[in-house]
């Protein structure tokens, strides 16, 4: 089974510029969450959705917006882009939403703001 | 606020046990621990999770103190194919992870 896939791997931006990444989970997962990875620290919670529906949202400006669609695969948009929104973005899926759900994390989307 | 602390860096030699110290005093009853590891230019991959007692699977070892705000990772037998960053993580609300920093682990042929 193929696991969870993020598009595109890299992407370049400028200041200002708006990005949309995407991500598919794994066949029959049907929680998606986003987190943004900064070089050199763990990953930070952005987004967690359930059955299309936001079910958590951490710390992160109004900028960032996310959706996931029927067949569950999901999508972060980040508008006007600053230089600090360069990290990787790691997509992952969970077969449902509960305490104690393992996670399976994709390979990341890494943005490269200019 | 850091939910989890970790050390930076540690190192074991290869063959030999690792435990990987993690502490978390703001845990409150309900989150789980779980531990991910992190290769270069990839996503986090699972290690183990538990709630309050010790935890065995194939690949490591998780022992959580009783007050449960601290637990261990351990590695029995440790390989060159664990040298990773390891992430002590709190699961604070239904699948939303609050990771740590994280510990490098070189291992030493």
């Known amino acids: 089974d193929a696991g969870v896939t993020q598009s595109p791997t890299h992407l370049i931006k400028t200041r200002g510029q708006q990005v949309t990444l995407r991500c598919s989970p794994i066949?029959?997962?049907?929680?998606v969450s986003w987190y943004q990875q900064v070089l050199g620290q763990g990953p930070q919670f952005i987004f967690q959705?359930?059955?299309?529906?936001?079910?958590g949202r951490g710390n992160f400006p109004d900028r960032f917006s996310a959706r996931q669609f029927p067949n569950y695969s999901s999508e972060l948009n980040v508008n006007a882009l600053l230089l600090g929104d360069s990290a990787l973005y790691l997509c992952?899926?969970?077969?449902?939403?509960?305490?104690?759900?393992?996670?399976?994390f994709g390979p990341g989307t890494r943005l490269l703001v200019l | 606020d850091a939910k989890t602390t970790q050390p930076n860096s540690m190192e074991s030699n290869e063959e030999e046990p690792v435990h990987l110290p993690c502490n978390h005093s703001?845990?409150?009853?309900?989150?789980?621990i779980h531990w991910y590891r992190q290769l270069p230019s990839q996503g986090p991959e699972y290690v183990i999770h538990?709630?309050?007692s010790n935890v065995n699977n194939r690949m490591a070892s998780l022992a959580i103190a009783e007050d449960r705000k601290s637990s261990t990772l351990i590695l029995h037998r440790a390989t060159l194919r664990d040298a990773a960053v390891y992430y002590c993580?709190?699961?604070?609300?239904?699948?939303?992870?609050?990771f740590g920093t994280g510990t490098s682990l070189t291992v030493i042929p």
């Open positions: 066949s029959g997962h049907k929680s």
């Open positions: 959705y359930y059955e299309k529906e936001e079910r």
């Open positions: 538990g709630l309050t």
């Open positions: 992952a899926s969970s077969l449902v939403l509960g305490w104690g759900e393992t996670q399976y």
């Open positions: 993580i709190l699961e604070l609300a239904g699948n939303q992870f609050y």
């Open positions: 703001t845990i409150s009853g309900t989150d789980y």
